[in-house]
């Protein structure tokens, strides 16, 4: 019997997702379907099953985790631990499970054993009871939208295209030929779960017939192969809201992947992907502007126009004296804001110094140039 976790390759903090994640991967490479009279990969698929089965139950797997800890499954301490054998467990102790304060009789241990395989300690019986495959919910899935930055702050509704497993039409997800129905499974008698004798307890497995379902599928739907799912190309509509930011995730609920065996579905995560813009920049709730300014604009001061999102203009007014990269705010002309409300507009002046000038023009700066302090006369200090 091995570790669960190295079996499914997962970390023993892995969460519930992750387990499930890696039991799907798993059970789809060593499936029997796709490995057709391969033994190992059956007894793979059935160890798969079985570390799932534990581990995505909680109280079985604080239960296998505490009888790990204990040393049960050939990992203790003092190298003890036991392994099931034809007549009992071999190199068993019952002092081991005297550590760390535990306590345990052998009707508990039964009773920890019980839970987590399905099987009475001492019992030799070759039913056990199990239980068939549970609903599960389907995956959530996600997909990307692009809008302009215009929609982004305006607001759109947008067709995103999602190509993922769905309910098969044909069969209405019962996997079964139209006319006909799943039969309760022979080998399992609709447990879903197998008993293997191995001395001192049972251990139940899922079933290799009906593959832990319970039921057995004599006629497959031609269109899903008995699957009950089909791929599809789904279109929804989403709606994407005034002053949504790049990156932006929007849930649509019950528009993921499928549900097996009666379960919901899972979620569609559309994330909303918004252009760049020429003019603006975001930053928050606020939207960033260079405007270019003359350099008599920004020493006399003057008002000048600016453009703001939508199409609109705002008259700026700029100090006399403002220097290059001064920001100037305009309130209630940025992005809109989720939660009601404007951010603000900012923006950001540049001197405009020209690359070529006129006789008349040097001239002028010539002499302004001569009645204007050196501005490198007290920059410098000592240098």
Not at 66 to 94: C, H, I, K, N
Not at 343 to 352: E, N, S
Not at 369 to 377: E, F, N, Q, S, Y
């Amino acid at each position: 019997m091995g570790d669960f976790y190295q079996t499914l390759g997962v970390a023993k903090t892995a969460s519930q997702d992750e387990i499930k994640k890696a039991f799907r991967k798993l059970a789809r490479q060593c499936h029997p379907d796709k490995n057709p009279g391969d033994k190992a990969a059956e007894e793979k698929f059935k160890e798969v099953n079985q570390a799932y089965e534990t581990l995505c139950d909680p109280t079985k797997r604080k239960q296998y985790d505490e009888l790990s800890r204990l040393g049960a499954f050939g990992a203790g301490s003092g190298g003890g631990g036991f392994r099931p054998g034809q007549g009992g467990f071999q190199g068993f102790d019952p002092r081991m499970f005297q550590q760390g304060g535990a306590n345990f009789e052998m009707g508990d241990l039964g009773d920890l054993l019980s839970g987590l395989f399905g099987g009475a300690a001492g019992s030799r019986r070759a039913g056990a009871r199990g239980r068939r495959a549970a609903a599960e919910r389907g995956a959530d899935l996600q997909a990307e939208v692009r809008v302009s930055f215009e929609d982004s702050l305006r607001g759109a509704t947008v067709r995103v295209p999602v190509e993922k497993p769905d309910t098969c039409e044909a069969c209405h997800g019962t996997g079964a030929e139209a006319g006909t129905t799943a039969k309760i499974c022979p080998d399992c008698e609709g447990r879903g779960v197998v008993a293997q004798n191995q001395g001192f307890f049972a251990l139940s497995q899922p079933c290799p017939r009906c593959l832990g379902n319970g039921t057995v599928i004599e006629h497959p739907c031609p269109s899903c192969g008995g699957s009950g799912l089909v791929q599809k190309t789904r279109r929804y509509s989403v709606k994407v809201p005034p002053g949504v930011k790049d990156g932006t995730r929007i849930r649509i609920k019950g528009k993921g992947e499928a549900g097996q065996r009666g379960g919901p579905a899972g979620d569609l995560f559309v994330v909303v992907r918004v252009a760049a813009d020429d003019l603006f920049q975001r930053r928050g709730d606020d939207l960033v502007l260079e405007a270019p300014i003359t350099m008599s604009e920004a020493a006399l001061g003057a008002k000048v126009k600016v453009p703001t999102p939508g199409g609109g203009h705002v008259s700026l007014k700029v100090p006399a004296g403002s220097r290059d990269g001064r920001t100037l705010r305009v309130r209630g002309k940025g992005a809109p804001k989720i939660k009601g409300g404007q951010g603000d507009l900012l923006v950001r002046v540049r001197i405009a110094v020209p690359d070529k000038l006129t006789k008349e023009q040097k001239d002028l700066l010539e002499k302004l140039g001569k009645t204007l302090v050196d501005p490198r006369a007290n920059a410098f200090g000592r240098a």
